[in-house]
């Protein structure tokens, strides 16, 4: 069973708009962590921000925000006033023991100028 | 850039023949993950090496097999390429293996395999 969906195999966004990339995830488990990675085309994973189970607060880093609802099982990746170098994939993970992370499908953003 | 180093960056080979590939974790770090990423999807979990045991292993057969050494950096050996196994190989380092501390993985930039 797919534990991580994301529904959205491209998305494009004008410069210096907000875009929100979607990710639902599967866990029985009452902890766990929610990350979310970029991929330019390099091919290189970069950690971009990460969500406890047990946080009350939604996590932010600069540009990234993450709108976090637990009991629809979303962990949606906000980026504010995108950029050009934006462009990549974007992946959702999730770990939920001894650090296996699970990874989505991914999602390809291309930043408009 | 995160400090984990992987050799080689591209590599070819035929059907049959045996791979290793190599991963720096790093510094500080005592945990590697190996990931494989087909073309066009997302990295999956190969296994785990955490103070040179395996403490994890997805579903890939047994031709897969590592090593992590006493400074923590870390081998993938894949023996009988196939086809198949063409893609993306990925290493993670990370500290710890406690479960769902905040323990966030940093990757190398792959080593890209070919299989001919």
């Known amino acids: 069973a797919q534990k991580i969906t994301q529904t959205q195999p491209g998305m494009f966004v004008q410069e210096k708009e907000a875009v929100t990339l979607d990710c639902t995830y599967d866990t029985s488990d009452q902890s766990y962590g929610l990350f979310w990675y970029k991929q330019p085309s390099s091919g290189e994973m970069i950690f971009l921000i990460y969500q406890g189970s047990y946080d009350e607060q939604n996590a932010t880093e600069g540009r990234y925000s993450l709108n976090f609802q637990k009991a629809r099982k979303s962990a949606n990746l906000v980026i504010s006033a995108s950029q050009l170098g934006d462009s990549a994939m974007y992946f959702c993970?999730?770990?939920?023991?001894?650090?296996?992370?699970?990874f989505g499908p991914g999602t390809s953003l291309s930043v408009i100028p | 850039e995160t400090g984990v180093t992987q050799s080689p960056t591209h590599l070819i080979k035929t059907r049959g023949q045996q791979v290793t590939l190599r991963c720096s974790s790093q510094s500080g770090h005592n945990t590697v993950s190996w990931y494989q990423q087909a073309l066009g999807q997302g990295p999956q979990f190969i296994f785990q090496y955490y103070r040179e045991e395996e403490n994890g292993r997805g579903n890939f057969p047994p031709r897969f097999s590592g090593l992590q050494f006493p400074n923590y950096s870390s081998e993938l050996n894949v023996n009988a390429l196939e086809l198949d196994d063409s893609a993306l190989y990925l290493c993670?380092?990370?500290?710890?293996?406690?479960?769902?501390?905040?323990?966030?993985?940093?990757f190398g930039a792959g080593t890209r395999l070919s299989v001919l």
């Open positions: 993670a380092s990370s500290l710890g293996s406690a479960v769902l501390a905040k323990n966030i993985q940093y």
């Open positions: 993970a999730m770990r939920e023991s001894y650090d296996k992370v699970i």
